[in-house]
């Protein structure tokens, strides 16, 4: 099946620094990935529609200047956490949808943990 | 996109059949009915899809009626590998995929 990554896998960084995910479909291409967030015991709440070669569209209540997305090609696309504070510790979740018209799937990355201390 | 509602947790024993079902009383003509699984601290993992009457795949039966007001996940004979969040959603994919999550159900397996 089509495979996802995500990079790091978890990562520990200093309130104020800016951390970068990356989420890469490795068999496959997308022109639109997808970003989510998820607390402890919570669903996942979409932050964002990734589309490559045009700006990122936000859902309501998302800081596009604090959460950057930069989708530069058709298999990868990155999330920056910019100026990261405790509270934007998190599970952060990205998929991608296959561009195959007869593949109508949506392949989730294994996520990314971020601890902001 | 259709609100969905699911219990919010279910109790089975190995070996059981375990029916989830989902409510989503205002789902689009347009809108698949489509199920994932998430173990903790992974991504969520399709598990069927369906449009409408039954469907069956290797891990799973999904059962629609027909005014598609509400669906059943029906996992055959559970296994302690089962407990997880199971997350039904409605999925336009017209409209570039966009998959809301609602609060899932977390099925609990024991011995």
């Known amino acids: 099946g089509a495979v996802v990554s995500q990079h790091p896998s978890w990562v520990i960084c200093k309130s104020g620094t800016s951390v970068k995910i990356e989420c890469r479909s490795l068999?496959?291409?997308?022109?639109?990935m997808f970003w989510y967030r998820q607390f402890p015991k919570q669903s996942l709440m979409l932050m964002a529609t990734?589309?490559?070669?045009?700006?990122?569209?936000?859902e309501q209540g998302v800081e596009k200047d604090k959460f950057l997305i930069n989708h530069a090609s058709l298999t990868l696309s990155t999330l920056t956490v910019t100026s990261a504070h405790p509270e934007d510790s998190s599970f952060y979740i990205c998929?991608?949808?296959?561009?195959?018209?007869?593949?109508?799937?949506?392949?989730f990355g294994p996520g990314t943990r971020l601890t902001v201390t | 996109l259709a609100k969905t509602t699911q219990p919010i947790s279910m109790d089975s024993y190995e070996g059981q059949e375990v029916n989830i079902t989902c409510s989503h009383n205002?789902?689009?003509?347009?809108?698949?009915i489509t199920w994932y699984q998430q173990f903790p601290s992974q991504g969520p993992r399709f598990i069927i899809q369906?449009?409408?009457t039954k469907v069956t795949n290797e891990v799973a039966s999904l059962f629609i009626p027909a005014d598609r007001k509400s669906s059943t996940l029906s996992l055959p004979r559970v296994s302690l590998s089962d407990t997880a969040v199971y997350y039904c959603?409605?999925?336009?994919?017209?409209?570039?995929?966009?998959?809301?999550f609602g609060q899932g159900t977390e099925l609990s397996v024991k011995p």
């Open positions: 998929s991608a949808r296959d561009d195959s018209p007869e593949f109508y799937e949506q392949y």
């Open positions: 068999d496959f291409q997308a022109t639109t």
């Open positions: 990734s589309n490559e070669g045009s700006k990122a569209t936000y």
């Open positions: 205002n789902i689009a003509t347009n809108d698949y």
């Open positions: 369906g449009y409408k």
């Open positions: 959603l409605g999925a336009n994919y017209n409209q570039g995929g966009k998959l809301i």
